[in-house]
């Protein structure tokens, strides 16, 4: 069998981004397509550019004044939004460091959160909201203890990208505001986008960061999307050229960017892929609780204190976290490769580039204890997985983890 | 090899096959052999490629350097060639189980003034116990490594045998295997000499043809006592102490009993260059004492070994067994006369298994505590079984 449920690790190219790739491809023989040419390739170039910015907005809800910067993935998006800013501050003298703090939490992605680290390796103070209580989620009170006015720049993801949850992003960006009304508000939206209904302005942030190979674009594409009235506060993490407003240095990935913008453009007219993903996951859920004694689903529970404007959107509708009962005696990364042996791709959470997976770094990080975090997987759908391909995965998924618990302990 | 007798190399697989790859060019040729195989035989069989990060050098503070294991490097080679043998292949975390059951030991081992021998333990506690285990979660019975040692199917029973080429030779380093264990592991280059597997790797394009061997202990960096200190607590780390002769005549002064082994004849640092002929006599770790002596000093009758391992039947007092005693990796051998009582006197509690002693029938070879001991038969080629070199001396 073959069944791909690492969704959130990357989408699929889209059979009909394929389809228009494919088409465009022989242009980049025939015209000389580079964006800052003077030429009318560079007319064209610039048009398939701007197409697909205007792409992107709209899939974003942003209007026309807000900018859009190509970059080649949400990890240098992530990095410019928020690292970029302090490596200029550096660079100003006579500024009291103590002043310019940043404000993130600690279930964050690697290219935030490495981010965080080099900005207190800088010399600014770094503020990271963490759960009072081990092994649960935020409350509206962690948030607010670490928010100061002294915060000039704050990032929050959008949907966790290992157990779903979804953050009220909008909620915490008003509570902030009002403290440090001069803060610059970036968020990850790389695994909302797409997957569920927001905007720009809804989202109350001034800028937000996407990823091309997450909506079934090319991967080495992604964008910042920063309001306008933001745009000034921006700072550049590539410099050498005048491209993307100055924003953004380098000849821009042309191929990559058309793709994104088709991708975009499909993701925005598919009105009920959110529907799609949650009864993929709706499904699965259900088998796998039924066959599984014990099991845990993660992620679902939403941060308590804020007046959730939507209940039902806690938990990103194709992601299932889950964490097998310690009567399995496997370890999460052991069904992965099990699943894999099997045709079944999922995945631990975030892997590195050697392969070793490392476990459930944001159930580490909420304070889970070591069961949890080593026996957890993430199963991530796009929606349009054939439904007994599903069934049968997830009885395989339930058969693997059944004959382990028959096993000895180690 | 006699009739009847089957080398079970690459031959005999009838099981899913997890293969242990460090990204070195031993590992790498015995995945590509079995792949091969795999091919010949038309087999449905799965073969896995397993690499085992058992050590993480970001956090120890180690020296990335010097080309060890568990570098994201090796594990890069490791990956293109299971991906030229065409057979999938994961990295598993092991570092748990490693530290738990290897460097905390290890470290333990020095600071009492042994000699401790880590390989054996990874092989006997992590390779062929944690891997083999969770092999058997993924569906395969059988664990591939690339050490150069053979196993021989002999009607039912599985013979341990040292290598075609004498000078790699592993077997040393696994006498901790069970007999269970040997009817499921495969040493697909045990029948191989290195040049062959060089030759084998080189042909094949591999990456890791040329890659230098690897020496001494995969997660040391540096010098053992370094080691030792870095991972110790500051009130664990062996304090200096005197060196003196049998006679207790102070000739010196040292920075450690973790410096030393028995039978160590370099790197005494006495004044005056007056270590040139001294040997480590006997290490006390509990007063900080180094004997050190003439290398005549270091003779014993034989020794005693603990926690014996028996791949054949094992001796008793009333029916000794003449073998041959490996004392150290890469020593030739000597020959001795083994007996075992029947069980445990119980009177130590610290060692519960029954004692075994070996006394030296021809020439003598210096015996260093913590060290394995390994039997091979008289023709020096099959591995009796093998156990921990005690600090008790043999009396005559």
Request: proline residues 4%; aromatic residues 6%.
């Given at each position: 069998?073959?069944?791909?449920?690492?969704?959130?690790?990357?989408?699929?190219?889209?059979?009909?981004?394929?389809?228009?790739?494919?088409?465009?491809?022989?242009?980049?023989?025939?015209?000389?397509?580079?964006?800052?040419?003077?030429?009318?390739?560079?007319?064209?170039?610039?048009?398939?550019?701007?197409?697909?910015?205007?792409?992107?907005?709209?899939?974003?809800?942003a209007?026309?004044?807000?900018?859009?910067?190509?970059?080649?993935?949400?990890?240098?998006?992530?990095?410019q939004?928020?690292?970029?800013?302090?490596?200029?501050?550096?660079?100003?003298?006579?500024?009291?460091?103590?002043?310019?703090?940043?404000?993130?939490?600690?279930?964050?992605?690697?290219?935030?959160?490495?981010?965080?680290?080099?900005?207190?390796?800088?010399?600014?103070?770094?503020?990271?909201?963490?759960?009072?209580?081990?092994?649960?989620?935020?409350?509206?009170?962690?948030?607010?203890?670490?928010?100061?006015?002294?915060?000039?720049?704050?990032?929050?993801?959008?949907?966790?990208?290992?157990?779903?949850?979804?953050?009220?992003?909008?909620?915490?960006?008003?509570?902030?505001?009002?403290?440090?009304?001069?803060?610059?508000?970036?968020?990850?939206?790389?695994?909302?986008?797409?997957?569920?209904?927001f905007?720009?302005?809804?989202?109350?942030?001034?800028?937000?960061?996407?990823?091309?190979?997450?909506?079934?674009?090319?991967?080495?594409?992604?964008?910042?999307?920063?309001?306008?009235?933001a745009?000034?506060?921006?700072?550049?993490?590539?410099?050498?050229?005048?491209?993307?407003?100055?924003?953004?240095?380098?000849?821009?990935?042309?191929?990559?960017?058309?793709?994104?913008?088709?991708?975009?453009?499909?993701?925005?007219?598919?009105?009920?892929?959110?529907?799609?993903?949650?009864?993929?996951?709706?499904?699965?859920?259900?088998?796998?609780?039924?066959?599984?004694?014990?099991?845990?689903?993660?992620?679902?529970?939403?941060?308590?204190?804020?007046?959730?404007?939507?209940?039902?959107?806690?938990?990103?509708?194709?992601?299932?976290?889950?964490?097998?009962?310690?009567?399995?005696?496997?370890?999460?990364?052991?069904?992965?490769?099990?699943?894999?042996?099997?045709?079944?791709?999922?995945?631990?959470?975030?892997?590195?580039?050697?392969?070793?997976?490392?476990?459930?770094?944001?159930?580490?990080?909420?304070?889970?204890?070591?069961?949890?975090?080593?026996?957890?997987?993430?199963?991530?759908?796009?929606?349009?997985?054939?439904?007994?391909?599903?069934?049968?995965?997830?009885?395989v998924?339930?058969?693997?983890?059944?004959?382990?618990?028959?096993?000895?302990?180690? | 090899?006699?009739?009847?007798?089957?080398?079970?190399?690459?031959?005999?697989?009838n099981?899913?096959?997890?293969?242990?790859?460090?990204?070195?060019?031993?590992?790498?040729?015995?995945?590509?052999?079995?792949?091969?195989?795999?091919?010949?035989?038309?087999?449905a069989?799965?073969?896995?490629?397993?690499?085992?990060?058992?050590?993480?050098?970001?956090?120890?503070?180690?020296?990335?350097?010097?080309?060890?294991?568990?570098?994201?490097?090796?594990?890069?080679?490791?990956?293109?060639?299971?991906?030229?043998?065409?057979?999938?292949?994961?990295?598993?975390?092991?570092?748990?189980?490693?530290?738990?059951?290897?460097?905390?030991?290890?470290?333990?081992?020095?600071?009492?003034?042994?000699?401790?021998?880590?390989?054996?333990?990874?092989?006997?506690?992590?390779?062929?116990?944690?891997?083999?285990?969770?092999?058997?979660?993924?569906?395969?019975?059988?664990?591939?490594?690339?050490?150069?040692?053979?196993?021989?199917?002999?009607?039912?029973?599985?013979?341990?045998?040292?290598?075609?080429?004498?000078?790699?030779?592993?077997?040393?380093?696994?006498?901790?295997?069970?007999?269970?264990?040997?009817?499921?592991?495969?040493?697909?280059?045990?029948?191989?000499?290195?040049?062959?597997?060089?030759?084998?790797?080189?042909?094949?394009?591999l990456?890791?043809?040329?890659?230098?061997?690897?020496?001494?202990?995969?997660?040391?960096?540096?010098?053992?006592?370094?080691?030792?200190?870095?991972?110790?607590?500051?009130?664990?780390?062996?304090?200096?102490?005197?060196?003196?002769?049998?006679?207790?005549?102070?000739?010196?002064?040292?920075?450690?009993?973790?410096?030393?082994?028995?039978?160590?004849?370099?790197?005494?640092?006495l004044?005056?260059?007056?270590?040139?002929?001294?040997?480590v006599?006997e290490?006390?770790?509990?007063?900080?004492?180094?004997?050190v002596?003439?290398?005549?000093?270091?003779?014993?009758?034989?020794?005693?070994?603990?926690?014996?391992n028996?791949?054949?039947?094992?001796?008793?007092?009333?029916?000794?067994?003449?073998?041959?005693?490996?004392?150290?990796?890469?020593?030739?051998?000597?020959?001795?006369?083994?007996?075992?009582?029947?069980?445990?006197?119980?009177?130590?509690?610290?060692?519960?298994?029954?004692?075994t002693?070996?006394?030296?029938?021809?020439?003598?070879a210096?015996v260093?505590?913590?060290?394995?001991?390994?039997?091979?038969?008289?023709?020096?080629?099959?591995?009796?079984?093998?156990?921990?070199?005690?600090?008790?001396?043999?009396?005559?």
């Amino acid at each position: 069998m073959s069944c791909n449920l690492d969704a959130n690790a990357t989408w699929g190219l889209h059979p009909a981004v394929l389809a228009a790739v494919t088409e465009f491809l022989p242009r980049l023989k025939r015209e000389l397509l580079n964006p800052s040419s003077v030429h009318l390739g560079g007319q064209s170039a610039k048009l398939i550019l701007d197409e697909a910015r205007d792409a992107v907005r709209e899939l974003v809800g942003a209007s026309s004044g807000d900018a859009v910067i190509f970059t080649s993935g949400a990890t240098e998006a992530n990095n410019q939004a928020v690292l970029a800013p302090f490596i200029s501050l550096s660079c100003a003298a006579n500024i009291d460091r103590s002043q310019f703090a940043f404000l993130t939490s600690c279930v964050e992605h690697e290219s935030v959160s490495d981010c965080a680290t080099r900005i207190a390796q800088l010399g600014f103070p770094v503020r990271i909201v963490k759960p009072k209580a081990l092994a649960s989620f935020f409350s509206r009170a962690d948030f607010l203890e670490q928010m100061h006015p002294s915060v000039k720049v704050a990032s929050f993801i959008h949907g966790q990208n290992e157990i779903g949850t979804i953050l009220p992003v909008a909620q915490i960006a008003l509570e902030l505001r009002a403290l440090s009304p001069q803060v610059f508000i970036h968020c990850d939206a790389v695994q909302t986008v797409g997957r569920i209904a927001f905007s720009l302005k809804k989202l109350n942030v001034d800028a937000l960061s996407l990823s091309g190979h997450k909506i079934g674009a090319l991967s080495g594409v992604g964008a910042l999307v920063v309001s306008g009235a933001a745009t000034s506060q921006l700072s550049s993490l590539l410099l050498g050229g005048a491209q993307e407003h100055r924003n953004r240095a380098g000849t821009e990935n042309l191929l990559g960017v058309f793709s994104l913008g088709v991708a975009a453009r499909l993701a925005k007219q598919d009105e009920e892929s959110g529907l799609r993903m949650l009864s993929v996951r709706s499904l699965l859920r259900e088998i796998l609780l039924e066959k599984i004694p014990g099991l845990v689903i993660q992620g679902e529970c939403a941060v308590t204190g804020f007046s959730q404007s939507d209940p039902e959107q806690n938990v990103l509708p194709n992601t299932l976290c889950i964490t097998f009962p310690p009567n399995c005696n496997l370890r999460g990364d052991d069904l992965v490769v099990a699943c894999d042996i099997a045709g079944i791709r999922i995945s631990t959470g975030s892997a590195c580039s050697s392969g070793k997976q490392e476990g459930n770094r944001t159930l580490k990080a909420l304070g889970f204890d070591k069961h949890a975090v080593q026996a957890s997987v993430r199963i991530s759908c796009t929606g349009a997985e054939d439904i007994a391909e599903l069934k049968a995965a997830a009885e395989v998924i339930s058969r693997i983890l059944t004959n382990s618990s028959l096993r000895p302990a180690r | 090899m006699s009739a009847g007798r089957t080398e079970t190399s690459v031959m005999d697989f009838n099981n899913s096959i997890v293969v242990a790859m460090s990204g070195g060019v031993d590992s790498s040729v015995a995945a590509l052999l079995l792949a091969r195989e795999k091919a010949k035989r038309n087999s449905a069989q799965s073969i896995i490629g397993v690499s085992m990060q058992v050590w993480d050098y970001r956090k120890s503070g180690g020296s990335l350097s010097r080309a060890t294991c568990c570098a994201p490097s090796d594990f890069d080679d490791a990956r293109r060639v299971a991906g030229k043998a065409g057979i999938p292949y994961y990295v598993m975390d092991l570092e748990d189980r490693f530290k738990e059951q290897v460097i905390e030991p290890f470290i333990a081992q020095y600071r009492a003034g042994f000699t401790p021998n880590p390989c054996v333990e990874c092989n006997r506690k992590v390779k062929f116990k944690e891997l083999r285990a969770r092999s058997l979660m993924l569906g395969c019975n059988t664990v591939a490594t690339g050490h150069y040692a053979r196993i021989v199917r002999n009607g039912d029973t599985f013979e341990l045998r040292r290598s075609v080429d004498r000078v790699k030779d592993q077997t040393y380093f696994l006498f901790g295997l069970t007999p269970a264990d040997l009817s499921s592991t495969l040493f697909p280059i045990g029948h191989l000499t290195k040049p062959e597997v060089r030759a084998i790797a080189a042909e094949a394009g591999l990456a890791s043809a040329e890659k230098p061997e690897s020496q001494d202990i995969c997660f040391v960096s540096g010098s053992v006592a370094d080691f030792v200190r870095r991972h110790s607590a500051q009130a664990d780390v062996p304090e200096g102490g005197k060196i003196i002769n049998v006679r207790g005549e102070l000739l010196g002064y040292h920075s450690g009993v973790h410096h030393f082994t028995v039978g160590q004849r370099k790197g005494l640092g006495l004044p005056g260059g007056s270590d040139a002929a001294l040997y480590v006599l006997e290490i006390r770790a509990a007063t900080a004492e180094v004997v050190v002596g003439e290398r005549a000093e270091l003779e014993r009758p034989g020794l005693i070994v603990t926690g014996m391992n028996w791949l054949v039947p094992p001796p008793t007092s009333s029916t000794p067994l003449r073998c041959i005693a490996q004392l150290r990796h890469r020593h030739a051998g000597v020959p001795v006369l083994v007996t075992q009582e029947e069980r445990s006197t119980g009177s130590d509690s610290s060692e519960n298994s029954p004692k075994t002693t070996i006394r030296f029938i021809a020439g003598w070879a210096p015996v260093s505590p913590g060290q394995a001991t390994v039997l091979y038969d008289i023709d020096n080629e099959r591995v009796l079984g093998g156990g921990t070199t005690s600090a008790k001396e043999l009396r005559c």
